[in-house]
Structure formats: structure tokens, C-alpha cells
């Protein structure tokens, strides 16, 4: 995933924004974050009950990272999707082309393909959002200079220095 930031427009957030809140509704999901390569919580809808989204959004991005690695052994040239199955709830993680990582999180009663379609027409729908010379660039999404060192603070935070 490219790291390096374009900036959004106030009219692609709402439009993202939206179409994260459909989401939430079509597929029957309890949160959703959107966040940038780095980790950096983008734009979320749905619940937050328990999830603090600086440390969610880093070690998300962490594992996705460590993901493409896996991949890289296998032969694969990338994963573009994963899944983690929880005893309560699930988490379906998938790429926005290089941009961005679509974060689902649901109930573990909701039907995985569901979730994985409606996640497909939603990544689908944001990369529209992000075309060249409507406030994004073609080198990702931008949230602020810095974010990995705090997101790498947040990690050891969480992990405790390991």
C-alpha cells in the first residue's frame, strides 16, 4: 500500500461518509471504518461502543501490512480481503485499490458473503471518490503529517513495548 497522502474534499467526505452509512444498513454491520495506509482513522459510521480508533485504525493497518507479507510468500502478489472470526463478532478487512482499508465489523450471526459483496460495491464506490483532480491525488489519502510515529507510539501502548 502507498503511503503517501492527496488530501479529500469536503464534498468527497460527505459522499464517502454516506455511502459508509449505506453500507452499515445494507449489509447489517455494526461499525465500519475507513482509514489510511498508516492506520489513521479516515471517516467511520455505525456503533464505537468499545473501539478506540487510534490504536483500532494502527493495529488494522498493521496486520493488513503483515497480511501483504503473508501474501508475498505464497506467490501472491497481494490479498486485497481478509477475514478474522471472533465468537461474537467478525471483522472483514479489504483494500480501496492503494488509498485506503475498508474495516467491517459485525455480529457473528451476519452472513459472511453478504458482508463481503456489500464491502465489494462499497470499495468500489469510494475508489470513485477518489479520482484525480476532485480534491484526491493518486498517491492515497491524506491525514496529517506524522501519524505513523504517533500510530507506532499507539501500538506500543497497546502491545506494552514488546
Known amino acids: 500500500m502507498n ?3 492527496g488530501s479529500l474534499s469536503a464534498e468527497q467526505m460527505q459522499t464517502i461518509e454516506s455511502v459508509l452509512a449505506g453500507y452499515v444498513k445494507d449489509a447489517g454491520i455494526r461499525t465500519v471504518l475507513l482509514v489510511d495506509p498508516d492506520g489513521h482513522l479516515v471517516c467511520q459510521s455505525g456503533a464505537m461502543d468499545t473501539i478506540d480508533p487510534v490504536s483500532f485504525g494502527a493495529l488494522v493497518s498493521a496486520n493488513f501490512a503483515s497480511t501483504q507479507q503473508i501474501a508475498g510468500q505464497m506467490g501472491e502478489k497481494e490479498f486485497n480481503a481478509f477475514y478474522i472470526q471472533g465468537k461474537e463478532k467478525d471483522l472483514y478487512v479489504s483494500a480501496v485499490e492503494d488509498k ?3 474495516v467491517s465489523i459485525f455480529a457473528r450471526g451476519t452472513t459472511v458473503g453478504m458482508v463481503k459483496i456489500f464491502a465489494e460495491k462499497t470499495v468500489k464506490e469510494i475508489s470513485a471518490n477518489l479520482v484525480p483532480g476532485e480534491g484526491g491525488d493518486q498517491k492515497g489519502l ?11 507510539a499507539e501500538l506500543d501502548k497497546v ?4
Open 100 to 102: 485506503a482499508i475498508l
Open 142 to 152: 491524506s491525514v496529517g503529517g506524522g501519524f505513523a510515529d504517533s500510530a507506532l
Open 159 to 162: 502491545l506494552g513495548g514488546i
Open 3 to 5: 503511503k503517501q497522502g
